[in-house]
């Protein structure tokens, strides 16, 4: 019953939560940061011929393409559910970094190879664009290997929190 109210298109949804507070505020001339998944980000992946809805293509579709900007961090090929699947550009992004000292970097995507190569960092969906249909720059940080993952936050995960993840878990 809690879920029923959420049973609908997400990215839609978050796309439309960003539009009322920028038209609630007509005057307000500060930009908006949309911290997301690149899995809701994309603003003119394809599947197919299809395009893939995702919030950030909603976003552009309403303000326009040239005042969404969409930033994809790099990372590994990787499911929903954490699988690892690989390197993107079967390590060619990798390779590269490599070859300039794995410097920490961020370019565009419309000019360069980067952009060019198929877009491939999720194994669950098969889309038939390229890096550049769907993000304005790269960001890159180092290595995967280097990356840590931080522990859990303090007192973020309260009792009540974890007996409401087991609740609707059961």
């Given amino acids: 019953d809690d879920w029923q109210k959420y049973d609908c298109d997400r990215d839609q949804l978050m796309a439309e939560n960003i539009l009322k507070d920028i038209e609630s505020r007509p005057a307000d001339g500060r930009h908006g940061l949309f911290i997301v998944g690149t899995g809701h980000a994309g603003l003119g992946l394809s599947r197919g011929r299809a395009p893939a809805k995702m919030a950030g293509w909603h976003l552009a579709q309403r303000l326009g393409r040239d005042h969404v900007c969409a930033l994809f ?32 970097l961020a370019f565009t995507l419309r000019e360069g190879p980067f952009g060019q190569q198929p877009y491939d960092p999720d194994p669950e969906t098969q889309y038939s664009c390229r890096y550049a249909d769907g993000f304005d ?15 859990l936050v303090p007192g973020f995960y309260t009792d009540e929190f974890v007996q409401e993840l087991d609740r609707r878990q059961r």
Wanted: contains cysteine; glycine residues 14%.
């Fill in 73 to 104: 961090p790099h990372r590994c090929i990787m499911s929903n559910a954490g699988q690892v699947a690989g390197r993107l550009g079967l390590g060619l992004f990798e390779s590269a970094f490599a070859r300039v000292g794995n410097k920490p």
């Fill in 137 to 151: 720059g790269y960001v890159y940080l180092g290595p995967l290997e280097d990356e840590t993952f931080s522990a």
